[in-house]
């Protein structure tokens, strides 16, 4: 099947295909006659992988290391298991950042209602910014 019916069956944009296709998570063969990119039915389910681990905040390149393993018919399991835990302590510390970060910009805030706007004079390039409000 071509590109844009792998992405209709599929379920997806038909640049998708493409640039799946461009990157390796797609591998197509090429019609002699026209030099259409061809994919196998096997491909939706590939593309549907691709789309849920996607989901789950994989990276195409931990996809594509994940799809590699699969066609040497290797279980890829405990690594799912591995990186999924890694991510979610990653993005605890960035909660924990973001809330940091929020926090700050709420004092700020309310610190700022009582400061005038100002104009830039060669020191000072934004009076509230440069006002430490930390």
């Not at 099947?1 to 069956?9: C, F, K, P, R």
């Not at 290797?74 to 591995?82: A, F, H, I, L, P």
């Not at 999924?84 to 004092?107: G, P, S, V, W, Y």
């Not at 610190?111 to 934004?126: A, T």
Request: aromatic letters at 6%.
């Amino acid at each position: 099947m071509i590109v844009s019916e792998l992405a209709h069956q599929a379920g997806i944009p038909a640049h998708v295909v493409r640039y799946y296709a461009r990157i390796g998570l797609l591998k197509p063969s090429r019609d002699p006659e026209n030099g259409y990119k061809l994919f196998k039915r096997d491909d939706i389910h590939r593309i549907r992988f691709i789309r849920q681990a996607k989901e789950l905040g994989f990276k195409l390149n931990e996809i594509d290391k994940l799809l590699r393993q699969v066609y040497l018919g290797k279980s890829v399991c405990r690594d799912v298991r591995k990186i999924l835990k890694d991510r979610i302590a990653q993005n605890k510390l960035e909660m924990r950042r973001l809330a940091h970060q929020t926090a700050q910009m709420d004092r700020a805030l309310e610190h700022w209602g009582h400061i005038p706007d100002g104009k830039p004079n060669g020191e000072v390039f934004c009076p509230l910014i440069q006002s430490g409000c930390n």
